[in-house]
């Protein structure tokens, strides 16, 4: 019998992280479900083979106690900070940074040598339109993405000869709280409603006028660790309705 595989999921409490924990799972995948949000997890704690974990990202040293074992990692955890660059608070630059590219290459650092010991091992980094393309006011964000693909390409040529693949999934506006909570900082800076904000700030620029659900992220995650992926390494696979097109 072939032992199942097992993920790390980051930021797995809600939206993306818990949409790709559940789509892991419906594959036999076990998962780590890795969050601060004790509460979050909890909506996880009914499924068989998921063992919610909480933890601080942000706590670059409180890392190495999370499991290193596994076969799958996929960097999800994130954050977002709307302000123009002459007002962005510099610890809150250095926390997003902290959190969304320093720990993915800590995460991916402590377990790429099981997954090279295995023969075997997928990185899939949830990085954002943002890791391809700038917008104002989100400089650490934008920032982070950036250095978040430059990481996953990195990885993807390291770790070809160990039968490991690293790949990103780029999104556009997905229908999370963080995209729910930047509505209402984005109608400041920009002095418009949120109705508005969604209109003609966040789709502005995207052909297909619609929010992403949280469950199309996870088809391609579950794609990038399926038995067709092991030729698909060092990409960024785009669902941004049109974005990236223009």
């Known amino acids: 019998m072939t032992t199942p595989r097992r993920a790390l999921v980051t930021g797995a409490a809600s939206g993306i992280g818990e949409a790709c924990t559940r789509r892991l799972a419906a594959d036999g995948v076990h998962g780590v479900a890795v969050d601060y949000d004790a509460d979050g997890l909890r909506v996880l704690a009914g499924l068989e ?65 099981y997954m090279y010991g295995r023969g075997w091992g997928r990185v899939v980094n949830i990085s954002s339109v943002h890791g391809l393309r700038a917008s104002p006011f989100k400089a650490a964000y934008v920032a982070a993405k950036h250095g978040l693909e430059g990481l996953s390409k990195v990885v ?24 729910t909570a930047q509505l209402a900082d984005q109608a400041a800076t920009h002095g418009l409603t949120e109705a508005e904000v969604l209109d003609k700030v966040l789709l502005e620029l995207v052909a297909v006028k619609r929010l992403i659900e949280p469950a199309e992220v996870a088809e391609l995650v579950a794609l990038l660790c399926g038995p067709a992926s092991a030729s698909l390494t060092g990409s960024s696979l785009v669902l941004d309705g049109g974005w990236t097109a223009r």
């Open 49 to 113: 083979n998921v063992e919610p974990v909480v933890a601080d990202l942000g706590d670059l040293d409180g890392l190495t106690a999370l499991p290193s074992d596994v076969d799958i990692l996929v960097n999800n955890a994130g954050v977002q900070q709307v302000a123009p660059i002459e007002q962005f608070p510099p610890e809150r630059f250095g926390y997003i940074l902290r959190l969304m590219l320093e720990s993915p290459f800590r995460l991916t650092r402590q377990t790429l040598p």
């Open 156 to 179: 993807a040529l390291e770790g070809a000869a160990h039968g490991v693949t690293s790949n990103c999934v780029n999104p556009a506006y997905v229908r999370t709280p963080l995209v």
